[in-house]
């Protein structure tokens, strides 16, 4: 992301939070989009009825809100943004019910994928409704050309609406597919084979469209230059940096794999593999941070951290000041790893053909989880910290990186 965006985004949001402060008192949708949470309810994802879709401010009113604040001066994507965020954060209780009532374990993918497949639908709805279909199908070519053309390479306003046509219709052939495969009308293997060659075909066209160089340049932003962790690809960093991350990578998987071994020759608790895990990941954050430089890995963290990010948007909902959310975030952030590491732990237990002791494992979480809240407590106080609990930040499944839902990067 350029300078000249971070800092248009910045201005925009200055505006916006004087926008609403000027129009929020008496109409409910902008404290709702502010921050202001309702009582989550309990249903099956599988078979969510429109009556029970998480509560929003009537798509009238927000439209009102938003138009207002466009006339303001704020732009269109920055209201965009702010109403998907503000939709996963009311879709994000209905993943937190679900994950609770599979605790520790973890859901099965299906309920995962139709829970996302219904949020996406509303998420749609809202949005057309509130930019109407105009104003819909300008931010979603926005949207979609600042995927794609992620280094800015110059493009003509004709070849911008072919590469935007190129990318919508490979994204309709993939859902298709994809919804194939779910409903088991398809074959994998044979999806995964049509899949390539639509990502193929597409590939092909942008080369012809742009020309190699402009395509090569394209396609270095397209794939993560370190496997699993895409963000790095935003430092633009050295080869030697990219093989010093490449080396962090590979050695923990090598240390995992060894562990892994060792479950399966002899049994360990889940306590002890979990401490065996947390080493090893402190191990390969420690090489990575020697790579990049520790500033610059911290902020690129924080950056695609899910929980650091809920606490600073919705820091004013929950009162929070600046100096208390650093504090705040490491006592989550150490809760968080910690039931990531004894849920894996207990997964590991059961890959290696033995039985995991699921129900220590979830006694063992909900006393890192009470900790914590007492920990909280002791740090901002009772309300503020049940305010942060109430909102899903101290979940009993903690936080699943690898969740299409509720995962990080």
Same mark, same amino acid.
């Given at each position: ?42 249903? &099956? ?11 929003? &401010? ?22 965009? $943004?702010?109403?998907? /965020? !503000? ?38 709805? =809202? ?23 992620? =280094? ?8 911008? $609406?072919?590469?935007?046509?190129? !990318? ?39 080369? /012809? ?6 395509? $090569? ?67 390969? =954050? ?28 919705? &820091? ?40 995991? $002791? ?18 909280? =407590? ?32």
């Amino acid at each position: 992301m350029s300078l000249e965006y971070r800092l248009s985004i910045l201005a925009n949001l200055a505006l916006l939070g004087a926008a609403v402060l000027l129009i929020r008192e008496g109409n409910r949708a902008a404290s709702h989009i502010a921050g202001v949470t309702a009582p989550p309810t309990r249903s &099956a994802p599988s078979k969510l009825p429109v009556a029970s879709r998480p509560t929003a &401010a009537r798509p009238e009113e927000t439209a009102d809100v938003f138009a207002r604040l466009e006339k303001a001066g704020v732009s269109r994507i920055v209201l965009a $943004d702010i109403m998907r /965020n !503000d939709h996963r954060r009311r879709w994000g209780k209905r993943v937190r019910e679900l994950e609770n009532r599979f605790a520790p374990k973890q859901p099965p993918q299906r309920e995962y994928v139709t829970l996302r497949r219904l949020e996406e639908e509303d998420e749609d709805r =809202e949005l057309k409704q509130t930019l109407g279909e105009e104003g819909y199908a300008a931010w979603d070519k926005e949207q979609t050309l600042r995927k794609v053309n992620f =280094e800015e390479v110059p493009m003509k306003p004709e070849e911008s $609406d072919r590469v935007y046509q190129l !990318d919508k219709q490979l994204d309709d052939k993939l859902r298709e597919m994809r919804l194939a495969m779910e409903y088991g009308d398809a074959d994998v293997a044979d999806m995964s084979t049509l899949q390539m060659k639509a990502q193929d075909e597409y590939e092909k066209a942008l080369e /012809n469209l742009l020309g190699k160089e402009r395509y $090569d340049k394209l396609k270095g932003y397209s794939f993560p230059v370190v496997e699993g962790h895409a963000e790095f690809n935003e430092l633009n960093p050295s080869p030697d940096q990219v093989s010093a991350l490449q080396s962090a990578v590979s050695g923990y998987q090598a240390a995992e794999a060894e562990l892994s071994k060792r479950i399966a020759d002899k049994p360990m608790d889940a306590a002890a593999i979990a401490a065996e895990l947390k080493t090893m990941n402190e191990a390969q =954050e420690q090489s990575m941070r020697k790579a990049i430089g520790a500033d610059a890995y911290e902020a690129l963290r924080r950056e695609h951290d899910e929980t650091y990010q809920a606490l600073t948007q919705y &820091a004013q909902a929950w009162h929070l000041q600046d100096n208390e959310i650093e504090p705040v975030y490491q006592k989550l952030k150490a809760y968080e790893d910690n039931v990531e590491w004894l849920r894996k732990a207990a997964q590991m237990t059961e890959l290696a053909g033995q039985t995991a $002791d699921w129900s220590a494992v979830k006694a063992t979480i909900e006393r890192s989880r009470q900790a914590t809240q007492s920990e909280l =407590e002791a740090l901002v106080g009772p309300d503020r910290a049940r305010a942060i609990a109430r909102n899903g930040l101290l979940s009993p499944v903690g936080r699943d990186r690898n969740a299409p839902h509720g995962g990080g990067s």
